[in-house]
């Protein structure tokens, strides 16, 4: 095992990662936190951090074993962290996100219509700004722009995002899972590109039932089972005394540049079933136990 330096600087909170500075690297702690658009719920979910952060671990190695591409994941043999935390290497992130489509579900069925579930003849690529306030879908050339990527690099990524996605989807076969959707994220080290942050895990990808899905039924396993409840959780407007759902409201209130709702906190059944969820799903992707 190589030896780092035991000293740790705290550097910043996210939505789920604490990030520290570790020597030369950087230190991922996973928290049990969960947010859905674009807000931390004020409940926590049991071992959530820990999942998150075991699935990300093991799509790395299989990145690193299928030599797709470079990344800044320091594996744990080297690195000798906890199950909780993940050892990186520093790196200049890319500014984007890149969301990759197989089936219209989520924001790109709101916004096309269309039949929820059917499956793309193609992917189809979004990439989204990742420093705004909130995320906003953007064009390639825009892309391009704001993070200096060639259009080169811009086709390398894409290409390489598919071949990971190749190795998820055969792998969460074998746990009768269908990927639907997933985002990664770039950055620069020494002028290279490297694959960063989390993947393929329920937080960032989405994942159906894929035999439920044959009968037509989208079991969402993924934190979009936490999403709908909030779309369905319905939010009364103090000035109008009107009915809305609180995701609805929320984005009305975005809309118009006034204060947003406080999102209220996950019952404690919620809590549960979310966090047999996020343990279901560890073993289903990787077919490990937890």
């Given amino acids: 095992m190589e030896k780092f330096l035991n000293t740790e600087k705290f550097l910043k909170s996210g939505k789920v990662k604490d990030i520290y500075e570790s020597g030369d690297n950087l230190k991922f702690k996973f928290s049990n936190r969960i947010s859905v658009f674009d807000q931390i719920i004020p409940s926590e979910i049991t071992t959530k951090g820990e999942v998150l952060c075991r699935i990300a671990k093991f799509w790395f190695d299989r990145v690193e074993k299928e030599n797709?591409?470079?990344?800044?994941y320091v594996p744990d043999d080297r690195s000798g962290t906890r199950s909780d935390e993940m050892l990186v290497k520093k790196t200049d992130v890319i500014p984007l996100e890149f969301i990759v489509r197989y089936y219209s579900a989520g924001s790109y069925y709101?916004?096309?219509?269309?039949?929820?579930?059917?499956?793309?003849?193609?992917?189809?690529?979004?990439?989204?700004?990742?420093?705004?306030?909130?995320?906003?879908?953007?064009?390639e050339e825009e892309a391009m722009e704001i993070s200096k990527l060639?259009?080169?690099?811009?086709?390398?990524?894409?290409?390489?995002?598919?071949?990971?996605?190749?190795?998820?989807?055969?792998?969460?076969?074998?746990?009768?899972?269908?990927?639907?959707?997933?985002?990664?994220?770039?950055?620069?080290?020494?002028?290279?590109?490297?694959?960063?942050?989390?993947?393929?895990?329920p937080d960032e990808d989405r994942f159906?039932?894929?035999?439920?899905?044959?009968?037509?039924?989208?079991?969402?396993?993924s934190k979009e089972f936490v999403r709908q409840y909030y779309e369905n959780l319905l939010h009364i407007c103090p000035k109008c005394n009107e009915k809305f759902s609180y995701r609805d409201f929320l984005y009305a209130q975005r809309e118009k540049n006034l204060s947003e709702p406080l999102i209220p906190p996950l019952p404690k059944d919620m809590i549960k079933k979310a966090g047999d969820l996020y343990v279901e799903m560890y073993k289903r992707i990787t077919g490990k136990k937890f």
């Avoid at 990927?179 to 993947?199: A, M, P, Q, S, Y």
């Fill in 150 to 201: 060639k259009r080169s690099d811009l086709e390398n990524i894409k290409e390489t995002i598919l071949k990971i996605d190749k190795v998820i989807e055969k792998q969460v076969e074998k746990g009768n899972l269908i990927h639907v959707d997933g985002k990664k994220e770039f950055g620069r080290r020494n002028k290279e590109i490297l694959l960063i942050d989390t993947f393929g895990t």
């Fill in 68 to 72: 797709i591409c470079p990344t800044q």
């Fill in 208 to 221: 159906w039932d894929a035999e439920e899905y044959k009968k037509e039924n989208f079991t969402e396993l």
């Fill in 110 to 139: 709101k916004k096309h219509g269309g039949k929820y579930g059917e499956k793309f003849s193609e992917p189809i690529v979004e990439i989204t700004t990742k420093f705004e306030k909130y995320d906003r879908l953007i064009t």
